[in-house]
């Protein structure tokens, strides 16, 4: 992985970080596609910026008391 690309991702991870979804949402493609692990209970294939925020949200309800 190229310098450039480990600085794009660390710059999306800060912005998550720092503003949530909403601050990261911009660094991925309008066409992304996201997989779950081959062992999750909800294995769905989700695409583009709304299925990174449905992911998001259902991973976020399930690890709610996660601290």
Same mark, same amino acid.
């Given at each position: 992985?190229? /310098? %450039? ?6 710059? #999306?991870? +800060?912005?998550?970080? %720092?503003?949530? =979804?909403?601050?990261? $949402?911009? &660094? &991925? $493609?309008?066409?992304?596609?996201? %997989? $779950? =692990?081959? /062992? $999750?209970?909800?294995? !769905? *294939? +989700? ?12 991973? !976020? %309800? !399930?690890? #709610?008391? =996660? *601290?």
């Amino acid at each position: 992985m190229s /310098e %450039e690309n480990v600085e794009i991702v660390r710059d #999306a991870w +800060r912005a998550f970080i %720092e503003q949530g =979804l909403d601050g990261s $949402a911009g &660094y &991925y $493609a309008e066409d992304c596609v996201i %997989e $779950a =692990l081959p /062992e $999750a209970p909800d294995r !769905a *294939t +989700r695409q583009g910026r709304e299925g990174i925020r449905a992911r998001y949200v259902q991973w !976020a %309800e !399930a690890w #709610a008391d =996660l *601290t």
